[in-house]
């Protein structure tokens, strides 16, 4: 008896090391196979006949060549690991492929169920109640995707866009609107820039205006503003950003905001704006001498090409104006020197006017600039660029101070645009 027990021992634990080596080496041709190598099916399944995952991915590619036999080894998958949507929804596209809708609609649906955030099924589950034509179940599975996984959203809002532009279908979106999702902003920032009908975008804007627990956000005002502006609607683009400003920004309001700096720069569709660049730095800080609390420092860093990037829009009535301001220059090293350009931007771009250049000027020096708005002209830029045009005269290095800038003007009202 004794060395039957020691046989059945020894047999028993060589039973469990071939178990072992079997599951661990169906383990290794599993991540292959996870990988996207359909060519490991067979190892998988050889050493673990039961391994969801090389049952599913078997189901999956006899479907594409006979159906009739996929749903054994899919309908395996599902009991093998209950959890896994996907064999599930296999399964749906048999059903639907031989006309059996119910069954399809239903194993979706248990689909759903089982892996309600998971985004590659989410997207998969849109995809096929918009072909069943249930564009609102189709939304709402765009809807957790998008909010499980945000970095599809360049690839989602061009579905959302077309749905917005649609009379019929945008009215789908009108909960999302009163009640945004984390993913709103985003989608509502590209509509306003990619949509082919403004009234698309009007559409969406009124919306959430209407949000009385979920109030516009700057950053959407700010998208529906520059979208008005694109489409040469700048009196009304004017309103509806002054509409969001606060009280402190209202304060230095004028025919040019901010004049004084004493407001961070924020790029405001009718504010002060600052392209990105490595080689400036600029910001409002307190400096002695200044008319307010602050002035704008423009700090160079060994710049070698032509700067342009300090502007704002303008929206002045045709008439004669006068620009003033003062400049200080601090270790300012620079041949061609810095100017001020207004130009008109719309209905055609033109050039208005252009200041002295700046140099080094190392106390506050004021100047002024005389310019004419021409009737017709709708929309006006102030903007900073480099005066030089050989290279050596674009190099600059140092700090350039501005502050108290105003335009007043000097003749009287002309009758409007």
């Not at 004794?2 to 599993?30: E, F, T």
């Not at 998969?124 to 959203?153: I, K, Q």
């Not at 649609?166 to 985003?186: H, I």
Request: proline share 7%.
């Amino acid at each position: 008896m004794l060395r039957l027990w020691r046989l059945l021992l020894i047999l028993s634990c060589a039973l469990l090391a071939w178990r072992a080596v079997a599951l661990g080496l169906a383990a290794h041709y599993a991540e292959q196979l996870a990988r996207g190598d359909d060519g490991r099916i067979a190892d998988v399944l050889a050493w673990q006949p039961g391994h969801p995952l090389g049952l599913y991915r078997l189901g999956v590619q006899q479907a594409a060549s006979d159906p009739a036999r996929a749903e054994e080894p899919l309908a395996r998958a599902h009991r093998a690991n209950p959890a896994d949507a996907r064999p599930l929804m296999a399964l749906a596209a048999l059903a639907q492929a031989g006309g059996d809708a119910v069954r399809a609609d239903t194993l979706m649906a248990a689909a759903d169920g089982l892996d309600p955030s998971n985004p590659s099924i989410q997207i998969r589950l849109a995809a096929y109640w918009a072909g069943r034509g249930d564009a609102e179940r189709a939304l709402r599975h765009l809807s957790r995707t998008l909010a499980a996984d945000p970095a599809r959203g360049p690839a989602l809002f061009p579905a959302l866009v077309r749905l917005a532009q649609s009379a019929t279908s945008r009215g789908l979106l009108a909960p999302y609107a009163l009640s945004p999702p984390s993913w709103w902003q985003a989608f509502f920032i590209d509509a306003a820039r990619e949509a082919d009908e403004l009234d698309a975008v009007r559409f969406l804007y009124e919306l959430r205006r209407g949000a009385a627990d979920a109030p516009l956000t700057r950053p959407e005002r700010d998208a529906f503003v520059r979208r008005l502006q694109r489409d040469g609607l700048a009196s009304e683009a004017y309103l509806v950003w002054v509409g969001g400003l606060s009280a402190r920004e209202r304060a230095h309001l004028g025919l040019l905001f901010d004049g004084s700096f004493e407001l961070p720069l924020s790029n405001a569709p009718f504010g002060w704006q600052m392209a990105a660049s490595e080689r400036v730095d600029a910001r409002p800080l307190a400096i002695p001498g200044g008319t307010g609390s602050r002035a704008l420092r423009l700090r160079f860093r060994a710049l070698e090409d032509r700067f342009w990037q300090l502007s704002q829009p303008l929206l002045l009535p045709p008439g004669d104006y006068r620009l003033t301001g003062q400049v200080r220059g601090v270790d300012l090293d620079t041949a061609g020197g810095l100017r001020w350009l207004l130009s008109c931007r719309q209905p055609r771009p033109r050039q208005l006017a252009v200041s002295e250049s700046f140099r080094d000027a190392r106390d506050w020096t004021r100047f002024g600039l005389d310019f004419q708005v021409p009737r017709g002209c709708r929309l006006q830029e102030l903007r900073l660029v480099s005066a030089g045009r050989r290279p050596f005269e674009l190099r600059i290095s140092g700090d350039l101070w501005l502050d108290d800038l105003k335009i007043s003007r000097t003749d009287r009202d002309s009758g409007g645009p």
